[in-house]
């Protein structure tokens, strides 16, 4: 048997023990998001969305307990804990724009209820959000941040004004649109040295060797807002055994989806 020296204070009833369970589930409070979290992206079915749903939690469980602050928790503490996890949040989540933003495309682009263990992750207030085509979080994608306050001064009349995060799908719209350019390249540019383009981009992408960039655009943005709204074809239901690149892969050759599902499968090729 063990003895810790000096520490047996510590399991026996009265004060020191108390104090020393008090001091271990602050500790647990802080630390235990962010332990689940790494656990449930070690998991072998997670993909590239999965990331933001983790996140997501670890956000709004930490805002949840900040709440209620049931051990009390020092108010430098709580902010000190704010400040870390926004600013982790922000280097994965926020500054991805290089990568086409691409944890906030692909959760926006999972068409349907979230397949992975995180589930049992998520604080109760936010499992309305695993069928989120239209949830409140795409205007609101991070439960921690406070809102930018802009001061303003004319004369002597002194002005605050908030301004609101640009939103989820709005971010999506444009990453897909950045994509959808970078597979034309400058193949239809002029100067390009390219007779036919068509046929460049039979080579290069079949599925939009039909359509010029113009075209392409106009039928991604429709395709977008028809995947929001879940029209036909994006309203069929995901198969138990498809994952969310089978799912868009699969709309490829519906003319009312090939645009969107052809930029959009990129965001889940390599996961």
Not at 88 to 96: A, D, Q, W
Request: with cysteine; charged share 20%.
């Amino acid at each position: 048997m063990m003895i810790l020296q000096g520490l047996s204070a510590l399991f026996m009833p009265g004060g020191p023990k108390f104090l020393f369970e008090v001091a271990l589930s602050k500790l647990l409070q802080v630390t235990g998001p962010w332990a689940k979290g790494l656990r449930v992206l070690e998991a072998a079915d997670v993909t590239v969305d999965h990331l933001y749903y983790v996140f997501l939690g670890i956000m709004s469980q930490h805002q949840e307990d900040f709440q209620k602050n049931e051990y009390r928790l020092n108010l430098n503490t709580m902010e000190g804990i704010r400040r870390i996890a926004n600013g982790r949040f922000n280097e994965l989540v926020n500054e991805t724009l290089q990568s086409h933003d691409l944890y906030v495309t692909a959760f926006v682009c999972n068409p349907g209820a979230f397949p992975c263990r995180a589930v049992s992750f998520l604080p109760t207030n936010q499992l309305s959000y695993l069928d989120y085509r239209n949830a409140p979080v795409y205007k609101d994608i991070n439960p921690l941040t406070v809102p930018t306050i802009t001061i303003s001064r004319t004369g002597s009349t002194i002005a605050c004004s908030k301004q609101p995060p640009k939103d989820m799908v709005e971010r999506a719209g444009l990453a897909l649109q950045r994509i959808l350019k970078h597979e034309y390249a400058d193949v239809y540019e002029a100067g390009s040295g390219v007779s036919e383009p068509a046929a460049v981009m039979k080579q290069r992408n079949p599925a939009l060797s039909k359509y010029t960039p113009f075209e392409a655009l106009l039928r991604l943005r429709q395709q977008f807002k028809s995947y929001l709204c879940a029209q036909d074809p994006f309203n069929r239901k995901r198969q138990s055994t498809q994952n969310t690149f089978q799912w868009w892969v699969a709309l490829e050759d519906d003319e009312l989806a090939d645009v969107l599902a052809v930029s959009t499968k990129f965001t889940f090729f390599h996961v």
